[in-house]
């Protein structure tokens, strides 16, 4: 059998390829960012509301008066609450220690602090209660078992208080004692190792705590926060849920404790709640932005040492006064 013999052509070598060059598109020039385009409508909005208030103040006697008869306290409580709101969005805690210890250093009687920072805080933990709920962060049979005795605890405590007003000379170094003791609580939580110890049994008696916590809570300013939860996680409760907890029921004991006062005192200095309110209003927006910038064990090394130090300022000049 004959062999067939094919003959190929010669292949040429490689060429190299050549780039396929294919006119440049015309890309559109991106927009403002969204960070920047937030900063745009922020500024855009302070710029408003200082023409406005320039405006009135020029134009409108009744305003230009109304403003300069405003208690100058306001002021500084309006700068307080926005100082103290910016703390807690930092370490989570020390709102109503920080405002109970500047509202007594400024010469606001016990029960009047306690009901300016209840009042403040209404709102806030309504929002954060609210977010909790939705995100399943609120274990129902704990929260039924922490609010009653909670309400109960809180509306005993502020009457005692506000029934004793006439006394706060009195009162208010007890107080000054309990933020005292809270400033050192804060001061040594700053030094603690991240590891936190965990019971290996659940805490039962969960209706003790709730009206022990609401009322000293009550008759310190704050407490609710830093007892019943620290409380329940100790006892081996789960974190998430008893924050959800503690501060979905947190607004009811704000809530009950600040009808209260305003119901029994005869007093109520609305000059310091009205700059609570609205000073901590106006932080709530940028504190979660600012507290990722700022060394959380630093801060809370600062509030625990000012905290200690008014109180015992205060302390100091009720032994005085007594000797």
Not at 149 to 175: C, M, N
Not at 277 to 286: D, E, H, L, T, Y
Not at 299 to 322: D, E, H, N, P, Q
């Amino acid at each position: 059998m004959d062999k067939i013999i094919t003959t190929l052509p010669p292949v040429a070598p490689a060429q190299p390829e050549t780039p396929v060059t294919t006119p440049a598109l015309a890309i559109p020039p991106a927009g403002p960012s969204r960070k920047g385009l937030r900063l745009l409508l922020w500024s855009i909005c302070l710029a408003a509301t200082a023409v406005i208030l320039v405006v009135l103040w020029h134009s409108t006697p009744v305003f230009r008066h109304y403003v300069a008869d405003i208690d100058v306290e306001f002021y500084y409580f309006l700068g307080a609450g926005f100082v103290f709101a910016m703390i807690d969005g930092a370490i989570g805690m020390s709102y109503g220690i920080t405002s109970t210890t500047f509202s007594l250093s400024m010469g606001i009687p016990p029960a009047s602090a306690s009901a300016a920072v209840h009042l403040s805080e209404i709102l806030s933990n309504a929002i954060a209660g609210w977010m909790h709920f939705k995100m399943g962060n609120v274990n129902k049979r704990l929260f039924q078992l922490l609010l009653f005795p909670g309400i109960a605890g809180a509306v005993i405590g502020a009457y005692l208080l506000s029934s004793l007003e006439h006394y706060s000379q009195y009162t208010k170094p007890v107080v000054s004692l309990y933020t005292l003791i809270l400033g050192s609580i804060i001061l040594s939580k700053a030094f603690q190792s991240a590891r936190r110890k965990v019971g290996k049994k659940k805490i039962k008696k969960i209706g003790v705590l709730g009206f022990g916590g609401g009322f000293i809570d009550a008759v310190g300013g704050g407490g609710w926060g830093s007892i019943v939860l620290s409380s329940l996680i100790a006892g081996g409760r789960n974190p998430r849920t008893s924050l959800g907890t503690v501060k979905a029921s947190r607004f009811f004991i704000a809530m009950l404790s600040s009808l209260t006062f305003i119901t029994v005192l005869h007093t109520v200095h609305w000059h310091a709640i009205a700059g609570l309110v609205i000073g901590s209003a106006i932080a709530a927006p940028i504190a979660a932005r600012v507290s990722n910038r700022i060394s959380a064990k630093s801060i809370m090394v600062a509030v625990g040492i000012i905290v200690i130090l008014v109180s015992m300022r205060s302390i100091y000049g009720f032994l005085t006064k007594l000797l």
